[in-house]
């Protein structure tokens, strides 16, 4: 009696064990299956909005910059690097280069400042 509830115990402890370890294997080729495909991508963009908030962290002086970018109609919003904020303006189109779900630059489209546009239009009447 004793030696036959041992085994059962035994059994159900080697069922669970392979249980677990079967769902982790899976989940783990998920996650590598996921990741293998994160290659650099390249997005034809607007650029809808961009701002500045403090970070909760405790350093005093820090804030995070973050542009919301328009992809065919789905809007992203990626924290940029001070250096690619301060060259981003608003209405602004060019190319999105994103790896892992993260921004890594924006190309601006060659286009002409509006005020070289108003200039133009003042010279050349």
């Excluded at 403090?54 to 970018?69: H, I």
């Amino acid at each position: 009696m004793k030696t036959t509830i041992i085994m059962i115990a035994l059994t159900l402890y080697v069922l669970i064990l392979w249980g677990m370890l079967i769902y982790v294997w899976r989940k783990g080729i998920k996650e590598w299956r996921r990741n293998k495909d994160n290659k650099p991508h390249e997005y034809r963009v607007t650029v809808m909005d961009k701002r500045e908030i403090k970070d909760t962290s405790d350093e005093p002086d820090l804030w995070q910059c973050l542009v919301l970018f328009d992809i065919s109609g789905r809007q992203v919003e990626y924290s940029v690097p001070l250096e690619s904020y301060t060259g981003i303006r608003v209405g602004q189109t060019g190319m999105l280069k994103i790896e892992n779900l993260k921004f890594q630059d924006f190309i601006p489209d060659e286009q002409k400042d509006h005020y070289e546009d108003l200039f133009d239009k003042i010279v050349k009447g």
